[in-house]
């Protein structure tokens, strides 16, 4: 079957602009999460959605950051005002509950 | 709070050799998993194995073998006879039972297998 997709494979925006990233799950997973790869931090999880329930946010490294999942599908991941910190690959990956996570092939933001 | 350590940054070996890479944990949790990922050039996360916290049998896949041991907390990877194909970048990540079940990765050994 399908693996993770996430779109776009690479972003390059400007200081100050909103991107948007996308995350389309394997089908009947009803975990998402996101992750974000620096060179400086390493993998660090960002946020997850468990089927209805609310979001942990706890990852979230400012409040210019936003995620939904709509459909308990498909997860977009919103970053606003975007600073050059903010450049890092994004990684989603989907689970069954409880068990391994599966991941997607990122998306590479560059903010000049 | 969790932590995973993987004190090799970087090893190379030359193709046919046999190779260990190393991981430490760190929780308070009694049950958790642990996981191996393999990142290669391309860049996508590859799940090579999931353990849980009361499994301590080891394991073996072809020419990868994993080594559990709880007394140590240490969650150690084996490739034996290597291949150029191996070279990667290796995660061991760190899970708990309950909650959100988010990865605490460590911070990777990269292995260069030389032809």
């Known amino acids: 079957g399908a693996g993770v997709s996430q779109s776009p494979s690479n972003k390059v925006t400007e200081k100050g602009k909103d991107v948007e990233l996308r995350c389309d799950p394997i089908s009947g997973h009803t975990a998402l999460y996101w992750y974000r790869q620096s060179l400086g931090q390493g993998l660090e999880f960002l946020i997850y959605?468990?089927?209805?329930?609310?979001?942990?946010k706890s990852g979230l490294p400012s409040d210019r950051f936003s995620a939904e999942r709509t459909g308990g599908s498909v997860s977009t991941l919103t970053i606003q005002r975007t600073q050059q910190e903010d450049s890092a690959v994004y990684l989603c990956?989907?689970?069954?509950?409880?068990?391994?996570?599966?991941f997607g092939p990122g998306t590479r933001l560059t903010v000049t | 709070a969790q932590k995973v350590t993987q004190a090799q940054t970087e090893i190379s070996v030359v193709e046919k050799e046999d190779v260990t890479l190393d991981c430490v944990y760190e929780?308070?949790?009694?049950?958790?998993?642990l996981f191996w990922y393999k990142q290669p050039p391309s860049g996508e996360l590859v799940f090579l194995i999931r353990?849980?916290?009361?499994?301590?049998q080891n394991e073996i896949s072809g020419r990868y073998s994993w080594n559990f041991q709880k007394s140590t907390s240490s969650f150690n990877f084996t490739i034996t006879a290597s291949q150029v194909v191996d070279s990667a970048v290796y995660f061991c990540a760190l899970s708990g039972d309950t909650g959100r079940r988010a990865l605490t990765f460590g911070s990777g050994t990269r292995l260069q297998v030389q032809p």
């Open positions: 959605f468990q089927g209805n329930s609310a979001p942990d």
């Open positions: 929780t308070r949790d009694t049950t958790y998993y």
């Open positions: 990956a989907s689970s069954l509950a409880g068990y391994e996570q599966y």
């Open positions: 353990r849980n916290s009361f499994d301590e």
